[in-house]
Structure formats: C-alpha cells, structure tokens
Antibody
C-alpha cells in the first residue's frame, strides 16, 4: 500500500519561498497522481493543485497560480510543492495526498492516503 | 471560501445517532460529482471515511454511512463512540466559469457528550 512521508516543519520570513517534499513508498511515483492540500490553523481543507493524468500536466487552483510549483523526482519517488512570495496567511499545514478513483473528469476522484503534514510558519 | 457548506458542529451522547450535512450547488454535487468524506482526528492528517457517496474503505466501521441527493450529501454516525470525536469534511469536484477544481466542505466538529 502507498505510504507518504513528508519533510519537517519550516519557518520562513515573508517574501521567502518554501519547498515541501513528499516521499512515496509502496508504489512508484509514476503510478500515482499526487495532489497538495493545505489547512490554516483552526481552518478547513483547501486544495492547491495536483497532477491531472488526462492532460499529463499539473493543474493549480486559481488562487495559487503563479505562486506555486509542484514537481516530481521519479528517481527518488519524491514529490515537491514550492510556494513563493510567502505571506503570513500562508501559515498552514501542507499535506500531500494521492488521487484515487475512476475516469479522468475529476467528478469521481478522492484522496487516499495522505501524508502526515508539514507545518509551514511564515513570520517576521 | 468553500463552496460546500457544513454545520460548524454537531454533538451527541454515546450511542446516539448524528448526521452531518454537506450542501453544494449545481456546479458540483448537483452536477453529478461524487461526494467523499474524511475524518480528521485532533492533530492528525485527514483520513478517508467514505468514497463515491456511500462506500466505506476496508477498516471503517459500518457505524458510518452516507448518502447523496440533489445538491446535498449527508454523513451519519450511528452508535456514537468517544473515538468518533473529530472534524469531518466532505469533498467533491466543482466545474464553474472560473475553472474546475476539487473542493472541500467547511468542516464539522463532532463532539461526544
């Protein structure tokens, strides 16, 4: 079964960038479609983006376009999420999660499993 | 701002039944997008609870059930137990003029009295 292990907590200053990693085991990254979801303190879950197998491209939520980059290193089965121009509102726990489901429209897709989460704190 | 609305909190005594609603619109649940549910225990990552509207993954007790109708969905917990105290989120897929993306509900905190 798939297991996802994320990198440790980060503290960044406003304006900086952060890169969070998500190591896959049990499967190879090429067999999976990885997504990223964040959760601000005391708030709900927010989808940031993920790999769309239909197009073979990564799609990003409109809110994060231009600021987020999701990449993969298939040689190490590790996915990365880099968020730039950080501001205090980006303080959150960032999760990687793999896509499951059928057909490529998105209408029948859910996320399982999830990584343990990485806390990113943005503070001056 | 989430497009799926859930009650902020529900509570019940041990053994009771509680339900959590998830209200969407014609661009997500009403557009035949499936609804999935996650349980998030305090300090933990979300865990899949229900997929494709009413299916339980292996290991999820049959005390958890869900349904979908029109533009809404609901999760029911029967025989409420102390270990069910957690946050619950619904998730679906939204296609609107601003683009298509995955969406989560606002979240519901379940308290066992």
């Amino acid at each position: 079964q798939v297991q996802l292990v994320q990198s440790g907590a980060e503290v960044k200053k406003p304006g900086a960038s952060v890169k969070v990693s998500c190591k896959v085991s049990g499967y190879t990254l090429t067999e999976l479609s990885m997504h990223w979801v964040r959760q601000a303190p005391g708030k709900g879950l927010e989808w940031m983006g993920g790999f769309d197998p239909e197009d073979g491209e990564t799609i990003y939520a409109q809110k994060f376009q231009g600021r987020v980059t999701m990449t993969e290193d298939t040689s190490t089965d590790t996915a990365y999420m880099e968020l730039s121009s950080l501001r205090s509102e980006d303080t959150a726990v960032y999760y990687c999660a793999t896509e499951k489901g059928y057909d490529s429209s998105g209408s029948h897709i859910w996320f399982d499993p999830w990584g343990q989460g990485t806390l990113v704190t943005v503070s001056s | 701002q989430s497009v799926l609305t859930q009650p902020p909190s529900v509570s019940g005594a041990p053994g009771q039944r509680v339900t959590i609603s998830c209200t969407g619109s014609s661009s997500n649940i009403g557009a035949s997008s499936d609804v999935h549910w996650y349980q998030q225990l305090p300090g933990a990552a979300p865990k899949l609870l229900i997929y494709l509207n009413n299916n339980r993954p292996s290991g999820v007790p049959d005390r958890f059930s869900a349904s979908k109708s029109g533009t809404s969905a609901s999760l029911a917990i029967t025989g409420l137990q102390a270990e069910d105290e957690a946050d619950y989120y619904c998730q679906s897929y939204d296609s609107s003029l601003s683009g298509s993306h995955y969406v989560f509900g606002t979240g519901t905190k379940v308290t066992v009295l």
